[in-house]
């Protein structure tokens, strides 16, 4: 069985003196692994054990079984394992036998249990089928980062335990990064970025690195990313400007497909959803649940209300209304009632649906203005709730105006549910 030599030794935390395994001869996953170790005159350690009689010492056989032990133990179907193993230690150790240049090593290690997070195997090492040594070994498994050889990480940057970066990826000094994240393929993170636990970052996405606002001249501003987002390919996402407040952050749970992009100063709630290549310009703030669709693109110092739906190809100049679909470009964009299938996905009761669907009746079917539907909104007791409260509250604190505007009654947009 053909050994990666390179991610074996990665493996293993003992390094010195290098792998002591030529091939894997038998192998049951998970119960026991038997391999090859040919003996040469040329191992380092017969320099001084000892000159003219070569002998392997027994902490070399030692640290043989040890080495089996690992790769039994880290034999799993992730691409890239991110477990070390250790040693915590060894009983029962019997040498029976001298191993000498020429000898070739059978080396069997059986699993025999696990307590308190410390597996216990059976090691024996035999020459001609005569036994030369055997141990019980006690190892414990240690989450690490992987980092592959051709990515650039700066020896200042933090990753946590479990994660992973790819091929040609690069991470400056600033940066920090959760456990059980992956970054992509030559994506970049720069900056001072601070990313939670649970990230995926595809390749080629861009994180942390400067705005593109001319009145940026490189102070000191961040990016901070909650746990479990996705970034797919292309995605780009922007730091803070010392005008906007210095910091650029997105929550929890968030999905940006292919080429979304977040700028500078943006607040970006939990569990949203950017389609391929939405677009917020600075100083935007998406609430939770929201959903910005593909090739849509939202002015800078916008508010998207909660759980909103933004439909493809539309500009949005003003705030976009809480739990509403607004699809359209400026001036054409018009308010097409609740987003009913999105709160039905997300587990609205239809009691809540409901009030929602009135409140959106006085506000865009009555003959009513504004200010006179809100009122109207906060009389009528059986439209009292949380979210109808806050819908309220966000008309009547937009900075840039709602869209109230409905579509005319001949038009009938495609797709706005899906």
Known sequence: MPLDIPLILDRLTY??????????VEHEPGHRIAVVKNVTVNEEYFQGHFPGSPLMPGVMMIEALVQVATLLLLDDTKDVPTARAMLRGVDNAKFRRQVVPGDRLF???????????????HGIATVDG???????????????SHVDSTAKVHPDAVL???TIVDRHAIIGAEVKIGRHCRVGASAVIAGDTEIGDDCE???????GLSPQDTKYHGEKTRLVVGSGNVFREGVTIHCGTAGGGGVTRIGNDNLLMAYAHVAHD???GNKTIFANSGTLAGHVVVEDGATIGAFSAVHQFCRVGREAYIGGYSV???DALPYGK??????MARVYGVNTIGLERRGFPQETIARLKQAYRHLLQSKLNTSQALDRIDSESHLDGPEVRYLVDFIRTSKRGVNLRRPPKQAEPVGVDD
């Open 326 to 331: 607004t699809v359209g470009s400026r001036a």
């Open 107 to 121: 080396l069997e290690v059986t699993l025999h249990g696990e307590s308190d997070g410390v597996f216990i195997s």
């Open 266 to 268: 943006c607040i970006v």
């Open 316 to 318: 949005v100049t003003m």
């Open 15 to 24: 390094r010195y003196p290098s792998l002591l395994i030529d091939s894997i």
């Open 160 to 162: 946590g335990e479990g």
């Open 130 to 144: 005569q036994t030369v040594a055997e141990a019980e070994l006690r190892i414990t498994l240690e989450e690490s």
């Open 201 to 207: 970052i595809y390749p080629f996405a861009s994180v």
